[in-house]
C-alpha cells in the first residue's frame, strides 16, 4: 500500500467526469487499498479516485458510525429533503463553506468484490456519499457556493480535531 497525492485544485482531473469501472481487478484492488491508506494519513472522511489522478468511478469512506465503505460506479438512486451542512474537502485545502445536502439519499453501486449494493444513508455519510461521487462528475463543493466570500478558511489543524473537517 501506498500514499498517493492529493490533487489539489486547480488540478484539471479533478474536473474530469470519471470512467465506469468494468471490472475489478488486482490494479483496482490496489488503487482501494491505497486511496484507503492515503484517505487516513489525510485524516478524511471519504476520498474519490479523481482526487489521487485516477479518472474512475470510485470511492472510499469511512466514518466512525458505518465503518469502511468502498463503491465502485457508485450512483445516488433517491434523494429526499435538503438541509445545510458545512463542508471542506482534501482537494480544496484550508477552505469551507456551508452548502446544501440532501436530508437522506439512497445509493448503488458494487463492493470491491463487485457484487452489488444499496446503501441508505443519512448524516455525515449521506454527506459523504454525495460529496464523494460529486467527484466523479467533476463537481466541487464550492461549485454550489455563489459568493465565493463566503468560504471560511481554517486551519488543517482545526480539521484534524474532526475527521468530519474534510470530506
Do not use: W
Not at 34 to 43: G, I, K, L, S
Not at 142 to 154: E, M, Q, T
Amino acid at each position: 500500500m501506498a500514499v498517493l497525492a492529493i490533487r489539489i485544485v486547480p488540478d484539471p482531473v479533478l474536473r474530469q467526469k470519471a470512467k465506469r469501472v468494468r471490472i475489478a481487478d488486482a490494479s483496482i484492488q490496489r488503487l482501494i487499498d491505497d486511496m484507503v491508506e492515503t484517505m487516513r494519513e489525510a485524516h478524511g472522511v471519504g476520498l474519490a479516485a479523481p482526487q489521487v489522478a485516477k479518472p474512475v468511478r470510485l470511492i472510499v469512506i469511512e466514518t466512525s458510525k458505518d465503518g469502511l465503505i468502498t463503491l465502485i460506479n457508485p450512483e445516488v438512486v433517491k434523494s429526499l429533503g435538503e438541509r445545510g451542512v458545512v463542508e471542506g474537502c482534501l482537494s480544496v485545502p484550508g477552505y469551507q463553506g456551508e452548502i446544501q445536502r440532501a436530508v437522506s439519499i439512497v445509493v448503488k453501486g458494487r463492493d470491491r468484490k463487485g457484487k452489488e449494493v444499496r446503501i441508505k444513508a443519512e448524516d455525515l455519510l449521506a454527506q459523504a456519499l454525495e460529496h464523494e461521487i460529486d467527484h466523479l462528475n467533476g463537481v466541487l463543493y464550492v461549485d454550489y457556493i455563489k459568493d465565493r466570500k463566503k468560504l471560511k478558511k481554517v486551519s488543517d489543524e482545526d480539521n484534524r480535531e474532526t475527521r468530519e473537517g474534510f470530506i
